[in-house]
Every structure is written in C-alpha cells, then in structure tokens.
C-alpha cells in the first residue's frame, strides 16, 4: 500500500520536530551546565538522546514503508524563549511535550481517517509514551517549583536528577526507565 501523502508530509515533518525536540533539550542541558548543575545537564542530555531515536523510529518508519525523508534544517530552540530559570526551563519543556503530543495526536487522527492502519500502530505506541513523558515533565516541574530559589534544595535536586540518570529512573525513586 502506497503512504498517502498528506499523512507522508505530516510523518516527515513531525520527524523533522523531533531533531528540533532534541536541540531544545540539549539547549536545557547547557543551560544547566552554565549553572554547574551537572545533574539536570545529563537528565536533559538523556532525553536529548531519546529524541533523536524518535526521530530515527521515524524516519526508518517512513522509508520502510514507501515514503521519502526530507530532512530540514532545526528551528531554533529559543522560539519557545530563553531560558529564565530552572522552573523556567521546566514549564518550557511541559510545553514542548504537549506540542509534540498534539502533534502525534493529529497524525493519529488522519491515519484512523483514512484507515491505515500501520501507521495507526506505529503512531499509538508514540501517543502512550507521549502521555508518559507529559506526566514526567509535569512531576519534575513540580519538583522545580517546590525548589523555588533555595540553593541547598536546587542542589538536593540536581543530585535526584543525576541519579535518576545513573540508575536509568524516570522519575521519582521506583521507576526504571527499560
């Protein structure tokens, strides 16, 4: 079955968002290491690297199943604004989640739409970790926001982050990411 071009268009260009998802997150981890909060750094690099093999699902998704690839250049990450703070940085990454799920949540609607149904099952798989990762970034910025600006505790949060990356935790302390 040959792809239909409109969702062929949506698959790339949403490939293409998620290259734009990974410089955002590399752009947090930066920030970070401008503040010497190695932990936040390297949990923002981890999901820099989960973004990048969402953007290689799709594009292996697209080749594989008769479409064309057409990589573009990345937006730049200050369009969601630079960053003001830790809390800021954030609520800017619930807010690149939500897009990214609307996103999914649109290409999935078209493939019921027109009835193909692999690009149904490929796109649901993206729709649940999407609900994950929304619910990820809504807890971590409430760790943020409790935080608020007291050094000793941004600290204490930097260490959780760090070892949530070292032990592969999501979130929290019961969580493994596998």
């Known amino acids: 079955m040959k792809m239909d071009k409109k969702l062929e ?6 490939m293409n968002h998620e290259r734009f998802n990974e410089t955002f997150y590399l752009a947090g981890a930066a920030y970070f ?6 932990g936040m750094s390297s949990y ?3 999901h820099a690297a989960e973004e ?8 292996d998704y697209i080749e ?10 990345i937006e730049d990450p200050a369009k969601l604004g630079e960053f003001k703070s830790v809390q800021d940085v954030f609520e800017k990454s619930v807010a690149a989640e939500e897009i990214t799920s609307d996103r999914i ?11 193909d149904f692999r690009a149904i099952r490929f796109l649901d798989t993206f729709e649940l970790e999407q609900q994950e990762e ?11 926001k409790i935080v608020g600006k007291d ?3 941004l600290l204490k949060f930097d260490c959780e982050m760090s070892l949530r990356r070292q032990y592969g935790i999501k979130k929290g302390t019961d969580k493994r990411d596998d």
Not at 9 to 14: G, I, Q
Not at 52 to 59: D, L
Not at 64 to 73: A, F
């Open 64 to 73: 594989e199943n008769g479409g064309r690839c057409i990589i573009t250049g």
């Open 9 to 14: 268009e949506m698959l790339v260009d949403h």
């Open 134 to 144: 929304e619910d990820l970034w809504i807890y971590n910025l409430n760790r943020a």
């Open 44 to 46: 923002f690099k981890l």
């Open 151 to 153: 050094p000793a505790a």
């Open 52 to 59: 990048k093999t969402h953007f290689e699902r799709f594009y």
């Open 33 to 38: 290491d401008s503040l010497d909060l190695e």
């Open 105 to 115: 949540r649109e290409m999935n609607d078209y493939a019921h739409k027109i009835g």
